[in-house]
């Protein structure tokens, strides 16, 4: 039998070395928009170097109106940050907040809309990313439906 200390340490050893990204590694590929033009899209890339890199994009009319480069982040500890840069703005980060199986959300507080990000894998192959916070005093939330599609 193994004396509890060895026990402990070797159970703290693995947690430690636990994938940070094993809660969000669903969300890699490719997402078409549902409800919007075709050619709207979000896509994420495998974790990798302690990092997820996405990017979306949203057509009206054929044009982009709108486009986001987006990262999921690992610090020194494991612990996770979604990374904005929406319209290529400077980047705001969201800490995760929370995590279950099939939901990630983050937040910033002190960011003036949104002050959370939400995705949450309602099947394989769909999710829902949400924005949501207080903005001019009042509550608000915007729900994103994706259905997962081939990369190109």
């Known amino acids: 039998m193994k004396p509890l200390i060895a026990v402990l340490l070797s159970a703290a050893c693995a947690a430690a070395q636990a994938d940070p990204f094993a809660p969000v590694a669903w969300l890699a ?5 549902q409800g919007r033009e075709a050619g ?5 890339m495998a974790p990798a170097g302690g990092v997820m890199l996405g990017m979306a994009r949203m057509l009206k009319n054929g ?8 990262q999921i982040r690992a610090d020194a500890d494991g612990r996770l940050s979604f990374v904005a840069q929406p319209q290529g703005r400077p980047p705001t980060a969201f800490p995760l907040l929370r995590q279950a199986e099939a939901e990630a959300v983050f937040e910033n507080p002190a960011h003036d809309f949104p002050q ?16 949501e916070g207080r903005s001019n005093g009042q509550e608000r939330g915007i729900d994103f439906p994706m259905q997962r599609t081939a990369c190109p």
């Open 29 to 33: 590929g490719c997402w078409s928009q």
């Open 40 to 44: 709207s899209v979000e896509h994420w």
């Open 63 to 70: 044009r982009v109106v709108e486009f986001e480069f987006m």
């Open 116 to 131: 959370r990000v939400l995705y949450r894998r309602e099947a394989a192959d769909r999710l829902v990313a949400r924005i």
